[in-house]
């Protein structure tokens, strides 16, 4: 398909520009963006996680440009991304570092160290709260300490100074339900560095999982356990927390303890088992546990689950299956290349679509040339 | 103090004890910024735990910046677009690796700060700990 550039329309555009503005203004509002950042939390972990960026106030700003748009403001912050120089690679962070604000496990009634809901909607019922129409901020103040005066006064005092805790999955690595394995230090490739190849790597596979687009993601995954796949799994452990950031100084090879903290990050990870039947000898089958694994920024518990499920596909390919295929999946869940596609469908294409026109202008000619000469040919 | 036991303490303190650190410095030392706070990326490397190999999961934005200190030059960098915390941080960095004697004395004020820190870790853990669940194994006899 060919390309050609157009002229014209600059004051149109001008215009155009000019009523966007004028649709987000017309209310006589403006959104703060310390409002956005307090209120849209779900929002902005989704566009963090999206646009693989993790900056709060940023993801706010893009929201709000973008008018709420999740794909727009994505967008907006891949490209802001683009211009920022990478000054460093963190250290390696293991996932038992999470200082956990919440844990479950669907697999394990009793796990170490217990199951947190933390702060979750599950179990909350979906009726709508007509007393958030005029929630006021004094309201909000009075509920926050009353809140907080009651955690001081029934808490049962505890001298727990940190809450990490031992993952599921080792548990049942020393019981020999899940296959042993070792660390891999193989350095991991950079999907923004370099085009994506077939076969890819599972580094490649993983980064574009985690910042895949999450309707995506969660559909795809759903249609591997609905039959479009061959996927049965049940959630061994979820944890939700705080991750914390070193990186090493730059030029000075030193120890652990001479690293630079940085800050940390939320993030939610999700390490999903999945039976699967294993041959052994003399064609005897045995029930053995994989892993398929999901860690993704803020708190998008739908879509590490997902991620969890596209991962054990991927690490399992199947042509019967698209969900198993990794080019199916990999190259259609990215949100500014997927609507960025569909969208430029919108663009002008009319010399593309001249030339198309003129040959089906010329098919039917020729075919009515050819219905013709049969008619004369049989009289 | 190490450094990375000190920076966690410095980031996680409201951004007041940095300052008044670095200003200490600031009225005795000359300082030359090599680098100007600049905003940035730092890439996250993690492990997963499925198969325990490495990916990259995104990236965080940053603030970084160098002060250099007679002949050592300190790096203050933290998450988030934090100019002047980071303009700090890079002084403090400075200012042991060039083994000033006032950072002789900044250990007690660093750890006076870090059992403050403590306690209020231990407060949120309560909170989150108040959400544990306690099942009760029905009888289905």
Redesign the interface.
């Known amino acids: 398909m060919g390309y050609v550039a157009v002229k014209g329309g600059t004051i149109a555009i001008e215009e155009s520009i000019n009523r966007l503005t004028s649709e987000r203004l017309q209310k006589g509002l403006v959104l703060d963006i310390k409002n956005i950042e307090a209120g849209l939390r779900g929002l902005i972990d989704q566009v963090?996680?999206e646009s693989?960026?993790?900056?709060e106030?940023?993801a706010a700003l893009a929201i709000k440009q973008a008018e709420g748009n999740p794909e727009e403001a994505v967008f907006l912050l891949r490209a802001y991304?683009s211009t920022?120089?990478?000054?460093?690679?963190?250290?390696?962070?293991?996932?038992e570092e999470i200082k956990?604000?919440?844990r479950i496990s669907a697999s394990f009634?009793?796990i170490p160290g217990?199951?947190?809901?933390?702060a979750t909607t599950d179990y909350t019922h979906r009726l709508l709260n007509f007393s958030l129409m005029n929630e006021s901020e004094k309201e909000a103040q009075e509920w926050l300490s009353k809140f907080n005066e009651e955690?001081?006064h029934?808490?049962?005092?505890?001298?727990?100074?940190?809450?990490t805790f031992p993952?599921v999955?080792d548990y049942l690595r020393e019981e020999g339900l899940i296959a042993p394995?070792?660390?891999?230090?193989?350095?991991?490739h950079?999907v923004?560095r370099k085009s994506l190849e077939f076969p890819s790597s599972?580094?490649e596979r993983?980064?574009i999982l985690?910042?895949g687009q999450t309707g995506a993601v969660t559909s795809l995954a759903y249609a591997s356990i609905r039959g479009y796949g061959a996927v049965h799994p049940t959630v061994g452990e979820l944890r939700v927390g705080q991750?914390?950031?070193?990186?090493s100084?730059?030029f000075e090879l030193g120890e652990?303890?001479?690293?630079?903290?940085?800050?940390?990050?939320k993030?939610t990870e999700v390490?999903m088992l999945i039976p699967v039947a294993v041959e052994r000898e003399y064609g005897e089958k045995d029930l053995d546990f994989?892993?398929?694994?999901g860690?993704?920024?803020g708190q998008n518990e739908t879509k590490a689950i997902s991620m969890s499920i596209l991962?054990y596909s991927l690490e399992h390919p199947n042509h019967a299956f698209p969900s198993h295929n990794e080019e199916f999946v990999l190259y259609h869940i990215d949100s500014v290349e997927s609507t960025g596609f569909i969208s430029h469908l919108k663009m002008p294409h009319y010399v593309t679509f001249q030339s198309k026109l003129d040959s089906v202008r010329k098919t039917k000619t020729t075919s009515k040339k050819d219905e013709v000469s049969m008619v004369e040919q049989s009289l | 103090m190490?450094?990375?036991?000190r920076?966690?303490i410095l980031?996680n303190s409201p951004d007041e004890l940095a300052e008044e650190l670095a200003k200490e410095i600031e009225q005795i030392y000359l300082l030359k910024v090599v680098q100007e706070p600049e905003?940035?990326?730092?890439?996250?490397?993690?492990?997963?735990?499925?198969?325990?190999?490495?990916?990259?999961?995104?990236?965080?934005?940053?603030t970084?910046c160098k002060v250099k200190i007679q002949d050592s030059i300190g790096?203050g960098?933290?998450?988030?677009?934090k100019p002047k915390l980071a303009y700090y941080l890079a002084i403090i960095d400075a200012a042991y690796g060039a083994s000033l004697r006032e950072t002789r004395a900044w250990t007690s004020i660093l750890e006076e700060k870090e059992k403050e820190l403590?306690e209020q870790?231990?407060?949120h853990?309560?909170?989150?700990?108040?959400?544990?669940?306690s099942?009760e194994t029905m009888d289905v006899s």
């Open positions: 963090m996680s693989s960026l993790y900056h106030t940023l991304r920022l120089p990478r000054k460093h690679y963190s250290k390696v962070i293991e996932s956990v604000e919440r009634k009793d217990g199951q947190l809901l933390g955690i001081g029934n808490s049962e005092k505890s001298e727990i100074i940190s809450l993952k999955l394995c070792g660390n891999n230090d193989v350095e991991p950079d923004t599972r580094s993983l980064q985690t910042r991750l914390p950031i070193h990186i100084h730059p652990e303890e001479d690293d630079y903290y940085i800050g940390e990050v993030v390490e994989e892993v398929g694994y860690l993704c920024f991962d | 190490k450094r990375k036991r920076t966690e980031i905003n940035g990326l730092v890439m996250l490397k993690v492990r997963e735990t499925a198969k325990k190999s490495l990916f990259y999961l995104g990236e965080v934005f940053v970084e790096i960098i933290v998450k988030g677009d403590l870790k231990i407060a853990n309560q909170e989150i700990l108040k959400t544990k669940v099942f």
